[in-house]
């Protein structure tokens, strides 16, 4: 069985989770979220204590193979739905900044015309300062794909670090070439 399938998820104080017609549905003090089960994956609520048990239905392999995700999921919900999820990013080159103008990101990282990045539903992004950005939302795995496009757009390069990265990413610096190699 599987390790993190088995154990059972808590449910917070002012959280409500619902099984309907394989739909999971997680509400929260800072929103809604649902999710539809694919396979033969059981969720139930208990109540005392209050927490989500997902069990599979069969031993076979794609079911092992989704028990511990669809707990995972629900586990991140919950999460979602108290506290939200956040990820910073910050710019890093001369000239290099954000800023959000109504649905859109607008990027200036060194190319002729700033990148224009369309917000999409259920995420918030602000600019505290020019040179960073925040990701905000309910849905983690929304959150960091759309942090993972902004990245995406000038990744940070090797040799001086210029580009979108993740706040406390750890860019790994290659020396540049030497001129004059004594022999």
């Known amino acids: 069985m599987s390790r993190i399938g088995k154990q059972p998820v808590p449910i917070p104080q002012g959280v409500s989770v619902s099984v309907k017609d394989r739909t ?3 509400k929260g003090p800072k929103g809604e979220l649902s999710l539809e089960l694919a396979g033969r994956i059981a ?3 208990e109540e005392d204590p209050a927490r989500v048990a ?6 076979e392999r794609p079911d092992r193979a989704k028990h511990g995700l669809y ?3 629900i586990a991140n919900m919950v999460e979602g739905v108290t506290k939200g999820y956040e990820r910073a990013l910050e710019l890093q080159g001369v000239g290099y900044r954000a800023a959000v103008q109504g649905d859109v990101l607008s990027l200036q990282v060194g ?4 990148k224009e990045l369309k917000i999409p539903a259920g995420v918030e992004v602000q600019c505290p300062a020019p040179t960073a950005i925040v990701v905000r939302g309910l849905d983690k795995q ?4 759309f942090a993972a496009r902004v990245r995406a757009v000038r990744k940070p390069e090797p040799y001086k670090g210029k580009g979108i990265r993740y706040k406390d ?3 790994r610096r290659l ?3 030497t001129f004059g190699a004594v022999k």
């Open 175 to 177: 020396a540049g070439k």
């Open 54 to 59: 997902v069990r599979r239905e069969s031993d």
């Open 169 to 171: 990413e750890n860019v």
């Open 142 to 145: 929304k959150v960091g794909a």
């Open 24 to 26: 999971v549905t997680v």
């Open 71 to 73: 707990r995972a999921l």
């Open 43 to 45: 969720v139930a609520v």
């Open 111 to 114: 190319y002729n015309a700033p």
